[in-house]
């Protein structure tokens, strides 16, 4: 167990709707990322939040948003979705700002189905 | 560019067979870190190891051994003596200097070690 928690671990919606992945870190750390797991794509990094701030942004589709909270858990919305981004979708915690040292633990994932 | 291959998609050997996963990586940065995840059936993403581009020296953690050389930019991971609790997609990543604590995966290699 890394002590990052996700919620919900399945989720099954149709297109067109819009969802809310929710990440918890693990406890003392400060940076959330979010990746994106499929087959077609692999790991993809979506986005990174230090202490509530952006910091980094990958290939994260418009329609998707995220943000950090001030109890440093973080949210993954998605919207107007479609099928093809049903995936696995993570969430990793790190102690500090996200330097490149800093070693990603990460949560179960949520998988997401569209149908 | 950054980029980590793993060239093996699929491996099968037979329970305590030794086996080496690849991996080989493109940076341009001088200062940067490489990392090893494991995800087995029930789908998480464990932390193996943590190597920074200054440390060359080959690791070993009981069953486990990654051999680092810069001059072919490879990171292999080596499992000694395989068990069926090895069973699992392997993943190799790499940190980069300025890249806001993104880390690049390759595609995975299926361990699928038998009894």
């Known amino acids: 167990d890394s002590g990052v928690t996700q919620t919900p671990k399945h989720l099954i919606t149709a297109t067109g709707q819009r969802v809310t992945l929710r990440c918890s870190p693990r406890s003392g750390d400060l940076s959330v990322y979010w990746y994106q797991q499929s087959l077609d794509q692999g790991l993809q990094f979506l986005i990174h939040y230090y202490n509530g701030e952006e910091r980094a942004k990958g290939n994260i589709l418009e329609r998707f948003s995220a943000q950090q909270f001030p109890d440093l858990h973080s949210e993954l919305n998605l919207s107007s979705l479609e099928l093809g981004d049903s995936a696995l979708y993570f969430c990793a915690s790190s102690p500090r700002q996200g330097g490149l040292e800093e070693t990603q633990y990460f949560g179960p994932g949520t998988r997401l189905l569209v149908l | 560019a950054q980029k980590v291959t793993q060239a093996q998609t699929e491996i099968s050997v037979v329970e305590k067979e030794d086996v080496t996963l690849d991996c080989v990586y493109e940076?341009?940065?001088?200062?940067?870190?490489l990392f090893w995840y494991k995800q087995p059936p029930s789908g998480e993403l464990v932390f193996l190891i943590r190597r920074n581009s200054f440390d060359e020296q080959n690791e070993i953690s009981g069953r486990y051994s990654w051999n680092f050389q810069k001059s072919t930019s490879s990171f292999n991971f080596t499992i000694t003596a395989s068990q069926v609790v090895d069973s699992a997609v392997y993943f190799c990543?790499?940190?980069?200097?300025?890249?806001?604590?993104?880390?690049?995966f390759g595609q995975g290699t299926e361990l699928s070690v038998k009894p």
């Open positions: 940076t341009r940065d001088t200062t940067y870190y």
């Open positions: 990543a790499l940190s980069g200097y300025n890249q806001g604590g993104k880390l690049i």
